[in-house]
């Protein structure tokens, strides 16, 4: 139902070229990317949907529900 990712990941895979790769298997499926390097007001700079580091398990936990809802605004 949701990928969640890094931005940054090791290996010279991205979290973008992974949601990308899932996409096109799993047309639909929800993206949620994480980053310590994201901009004050939660998004992106291609707009997608992100959860800062550092961050809570309970502030993980409320992200994923409301990118699963639909909301996909900030917690």
């Not at 939660?42 to 992200?63: C, F, Q, V």
């Amino acid at each position: 139902d949701i990928l969640f990712t890094d931005i940054l990941l090791p290996g010279g895979v991205d979290g973008r070229k992974l949601a990308s790769s899932a996409l096109h298997r799993w047309p639909g499926l929800d993206v949620l990317y994480t980053s310590g390097f994201v901009a004050d007001d939660g998004a992106g700079s291609g707009g997608e949907i992100m959860l800062r580091k550092p961050y809570t398990g309970a502030d993980l936990a409320a992200k994923i529900r409301s990118v699963l809802d639909g909301s996909k605004g900030e917690v």
